[in-house]
């Protein structure tokens, strides 16, 4: 069985930081593209970074281009999202997800999420 269990959220003031991490089970882990998407009620979800298989190829919404740092530890199953100079508008519910996908660039659809792990800025 695929699992994906994100962990690492919390409450944070404005311009502080924190590293989400996601730990994978079920499936080969070096064979998933990986993504981190947030969702806040109302609004549609959000990309914000994905990882090809590989780790090789990363991309960013351009609201966190140059704050967020996406990264993989295929050793350890374990994907990470380091968020720095954090923003009240960063505040979500964030979720990583994953599918098989072995080129060297990010996918375009995911097929695996986990529960979410809430992020909350404080102005």
């Known amino acids: 069985e695929v699992q994906l269990v994100e962990s690492g959220g919390g409450l944070v003031q404005a311009g502080g930081s924190l590293r989400l991490s996601c730990t994978l089970s079920g499936f080969r882990f070096t064979e998933h593209a990986m993504g981190w998407f947030r969702q806040t009620p109302g609004k549609e979800r959000e990309r914000v970074s994905c990882i090809s298989s590989r780790g090789s190829i990363t991309a960013y919404a351009d609201s966190v281009k140059g704050r967020f740092t996406v990264s993989r530890d295929n050793a350890k199953n374990t994907l990470y999202l380091q968020m720095n100079s954090l923003e009240p508008e960063d505040t979500a519910m964030y979720y990583c997800?994953?599918?098989?996908?072995?080129?060297?660039?990010?996918?375009?659809?995911?097929?695996?999420w986990g529960q979410g792990t809430q992020v909350t800025v404080s102005s």
């Open positions: 997800a994953s599918r098989p996908y072995s080129a060297h660039q990010c996918a375009s659809e995911y097929w695996y």
